[in-house]
């Protein structure tokens, strides 16, 4: 997941050094001359190379979420991993156990997609609608779920929301896992004609 990103940004005191170099000799040589022209350039690059030495490029490093190289999907998939960490935040929360089972179900489904789509950030458009929609609005219900359970309210309007969320839990799950297998729909039909082209060479050679 989290990568370490090195970056190295140059010293300007090079060039400073070379500047200075050109303002001191302008006021001691006759720079209008070609002979004096060539003496501060040469100091000039002389001075910017030393200094280049003393003073090497900062060298920083921080840490990322992502590093697919596309930053968009970088963006994305940092959403959805806090919206499944919130997901699992809510997870523990939640005493009931079917309820539980089925919110672990849709964190394992989320995680398995930013795998694949870090693995394959191609994959990042077949998956905007379920990172931008469904994921935020499954957590959204959820955490309204988890707030009428601490809070013990009773009536019947929580009551009717309590039942209709832990009765739509598995088939939000299951929408999650579907997401991710048509992730792999290309790949399976690869592999299907793949094993197709194998049985017929293996049988053309009398090996099937």
């Known amino acids: 997941m989290s990568r370490i990103i090195t970056t190295e940004k140059p010293s300007v005191l090079p060039w400073f050094a070379a500047g200075a170099v050109w303002l001191v000799l302008g006021f001691v040589l006759p720079l209008y001359r070609l002979w004096a022209l060539g003496l501060t350039a040469v100091v000039s690059v002389g001075a910017w190379l030393a200094a280049k030495k003393i003073c090497p490029p900062q060298i920083t490093q921080h840490e990322v979420a992502f590093n697919t190289g596309v930053g968009d999907v970088d963006q994305m998939l940092e959403g959805i991993e806090k919206e499944l960490a919130a997901l699992h935040a809510i997870n523990d929360a939640i005493p009931d156990q079917r309820l539980s089972d089925a919110m672990s179900r849709m964190e394992n489904a989320g995680r398995s997609i930013v795998e694949a789509v870090e693995a394959a950030p191609a994959k990042a458009k077949t998956v905007r609608r379920f990172a931008n929609y469904y994921l935020p609005d ?48 290309a790949e399976s039909m690869d592999l299907s004609a793949d094993l197709a082209v194998l049985q017929s060479l293996m049988k053309g050679q009398g090996l099937g």
């Not at 601490?150 to 929408?175: D, F, L, M, W, Y």
């Open 138 to 185: 499954a957590v959204k219900i959820l955490q309204q779920y988890a707030t009428l359970a601490r809070q013990g309210v009773k009536g019947e309007n929580a009551a009717s929301v309590k039942a209709e969320v832990e009765q739509n839990a598995e088939s939000i799950a299951t929408a999650f896992e579907n997401q991710l297998d048509a992730l792999y729909a």
